[in-house]
């Protein structure tokens, strides 16, 4: 079945690296994403991998893939105040349109 | 407009009550979704068009959902005789291919709060 899960908050000091977890259970994914919701704003999307890869670097987010335990994780370097926000993971299916997203994880940076 | 944009922002209606929710895509954007986001919970895909039929209805709650898509562009979800677990942020999203192709970016829009008293 389709499920995706992440922890639901994560707090982290300015300038430290955050780490957003999400673990997905279909390995038929085919692609895997990372969305930031900030507040009264629609989604954005951030990165997005093929499972076929294990590994996206754009800037200062790096995306891990570990298809074999079917584990992704988003990591922002020197998090900056303008990073909070809720991030979601999400998957979808080269044969459907629909993505699934998981409940998201709330990042709130202290100074 | 550059974006996906919804009507109304806001809307609070009264539990037994029919509704209206409207989505503008990007203009020459093929494919068009639904989803729902309720209070501390992931989105939860509701329904697909590609152009003017929907392929991809199968989150569609209930029988008391429905949308359509009219011109290959703006769409509505109407939601019939309004329960309190109807309450929530339903967002729309538009990408230009659909079809789960390789790329084929969604781009959401701010959504519509709904709450049903």
């Known amino acids: 079945g389709e499920d995706v899960e992440q922890s639901l908050f994560l707090s982290v000091r300015e300038g430290d690296s955050s780490v957003i977890n999400c673990t997905y259970t279909?390995?038929?994914?085919?692609?895997l994403y990372w969305y930031k919701q900030e507040p009264g704003a629609g989604l954005q999307l951030l990165t997005y991998?093929?499972?076929?890869?294990d590994m996206k670097q754009d800037q200062r987010l790096t995306v891990l893939l570990n298809k074999k335990d079917k584990h992704l994780s988003l990591r922002i370097a020197d998090t900056q105040t303008g990073d909070s926000a809720i991030y979601f993971c999400?998957?979808?299916?080269?044969?459907?349109?629909?993505?699934?997203f998981g409940s998201g994880t709330r990042l709130s940076i202290r100074p | 407009g550059a974006g996906v944009s919804q009507s109304p922002s806001n809307k609070v209606t009264e539990k037994g009550k029919d509704v209206e929710l409207r989505c503008d895509p990007i203009?020459?954007?093929?494919?068009l979704y639904w989803y729902r986001q309720s209070l501390g919970q992931g989105l939860e895909f509701l329904i697909y068009?590609?152009?003017?039929?929907?392929?991809?209805k199968s989150g569609l709650p209930s029988d008391r959902f429905s949308a359509e898509r009219t011109g290959g562009s703006v769409s509505t979800l109407t939601i019939q005789r309004t329960q309190q677990e109807d309450s929530a942020v339903y967002l729309c999203?538009?990408?230009?291919?659909?079809?789960?192709?390789?790329?084929?970016?969604?781009?959401f829009g701010p959504g519509t709060r709904l709450t049903v008293l």
């Open positions: 999400a998957e979808s299916y080269s044969s459907a349109s629909k993505i699934i």
């Open positions: 999203a538009s990408s230009l291919l659909g079809g789960g192709l390789a790329g084929d970016e969604q781009f």
């Open positions: 068009f590609q152009g003017n039929s929907a392929p991809d």
């Open positions: 203009s020459g954007h093929t494919a």
């Open positions: 279909d390995s038929s994914s085919t692609y």
């Open positions: 991998i093929f499972s076929n890869m």
